[in-house]
T-cell receptor
Framework: GAVVSQHPSWVICKSGTSVKIECRSLDFQATTMFWYRQFPKQSLMLMATSNEGSKATYEQGVEKDKFLINHASLTLSTLTVTSAHPEDSSFYIC?????????????FGPGTRLLVL | KNQVEQSPQSLIILEGKNCTLQCNYTVSPFSNLRWYKQDTGRGPVSLTI?????NTKSNGRYTATLDADTKQSSLHITASQLSDSASYIC???????????????FGKGTHLIIQP
């Protein structure tokens, strides 16, 4: 089946620094990828849609200047958390769509846990 | 507003026992319903996907059912194993979304703990 990877799997940083998270589709191409954040015992919350070759589209309430998204190729999207603060600490997950049988489904990465001190 | 409600919020059962998780949704127009398993600190992994015309689908010890009339789905786990301990998330896709995540409505999940 389709595999999506994320790097790093966890990161600890100081407040005010920027952190880049990579999302890769390993065995398929994805013109769109999606970024979510998840707080403990909560559901995934869609943050933005990453579009290869064009600007990302952000969900309401998500600061585009805070969470920079770059879809550099058909297999790579990056999320950069700029000037991170402790409230940005969360679990960040990406997904990419691919066909499962005759249904398009989302394949999720393993997630990146961010802790901002 | 599209919503997905899951119950119970958490569940503890003994190893070897069966259990059933519930998912009720108000998503329109309906396209498909998926159950995902999410281990702690990991991304969700797809278990089953069902369209409007499908009533049941199995994946090993996992069996999902769908009643599109009552807008309810269940996930039955048979002969539970310690490795089944995880969160189980019901995700409903709205028609016309083309499979995009912006057309997905996520439930909050059921946190399942299997005790030896």
């Amino acid at each position: 089946g389709a595999v999506v990877s994320q790097h790093p799997s966890w990161v600890i940083c100081k407040s005010g620094t920027s952190v880049k998270i990579e999302c890769r589709s390993l065995d398929f191409q994805a013109t769109t990828m999606f970024w979510y954040r998840q707080f403990p015992k909560q559901s995934l919350m869609l943050m933005a849609t990453s579009n290869e070759g064009s600007k990302a589209t952000y969900e309401q309430g998500v600061e585009k200047d805070k969470f920079l998204i770059n879809h550099a190729s058909l297999t790579l999207s990056t999320l950069t958390v700029t000037s991170a603060h402790p409230e940005d600490s969360s679990f960040y997950i990406c997904s990419a769509p691919s066909l499962a049988g005759d249904q398009e489904t989302q394949y999720f990465g393993p997630g990146t846990r961010l802790l901002v001190l | 507003k599209n919503q997905v409600e899951q119950s119970p919020q958490s569940l503890i059962i003994l190893e070897g026992k069966n259990c059933t998780l519930q998912c009720n949704y108000t998503v329109s127009p309906f396209s498909n319903l998926r159950w995902y398993k999410q281990d702690t600190g990991r991304g969700p992994v797809s278990l089953t996907i069902m369209t409007f015309s499908e009533n049941t689908k199995s994946n090993g010890r996992y069996t999902a059912t769908l009643d599109a009339d009552t807008k309810q789905s269940s996930l039955h786990i048979t002969a539970s194993q310690l490795s089944d301990s995880a969160s189980y998330i019901c995700v409903v896709s709205a028609g016309g979304s083309g499979g995009g995540a912006d057309g997905l409505t996520f439930g909050k999940g059921t946190h399942l703990i299997i005790q030896p």
